[in-house]
């Protein structure tokens, strides 16, 4: 219930799902208290992974985005301060990738 809400939040749940995927998700939400179908359990836990790993990727393009931009800004301000390397920050994906999820996590 709780992937589905943060789905239907992040735009992912008609983006990553099919028709029939979300229809098997809904109908086990209402349905079942406790999955004990072996095929059952086999389907929505593929279905969550599919969900889960969009949600993850949406995630990271958000934190690298959100990273260029601010490396941007460090490299032009460390370049104006006469640092002839700084150009070459804006390229580092760890760099990036750590203004991002710094930028992201306030």
């Known amino acids: 219930m709780k992937v589905r809400t943060r789905a239907l939040r992040k735009g992912v749940w ?11 998700v809904d109908l086990t939400i209402r349905c079942v208290e406790r999955i004990r179908s072996d095929a059952l359990m086999k389907a929505v836990v593929g279905i969550l992974d599919k969900l889960l790993e969009t949600l993850e990727e949406e995630y990271l393009k958000r ?3 959100i990273g260029r931009e601010i490396a941007e800004k460090i490299c032009e301000i460390a370049w104006g301060w006469g640092n002839p390397h700084a150009w070459t920050w804006k390229y580092d994906l760890r760099f990036v990738k750590f203004l991002g999820v710094n930028a992201t996590n306030i």
Do not use: Y
């Open 63 to 65: 934190v690298e985005r």
């Open 14 to 24: 008609f983006k990553a799902l099919s028709r029939v995927e979300r229809s098997i």
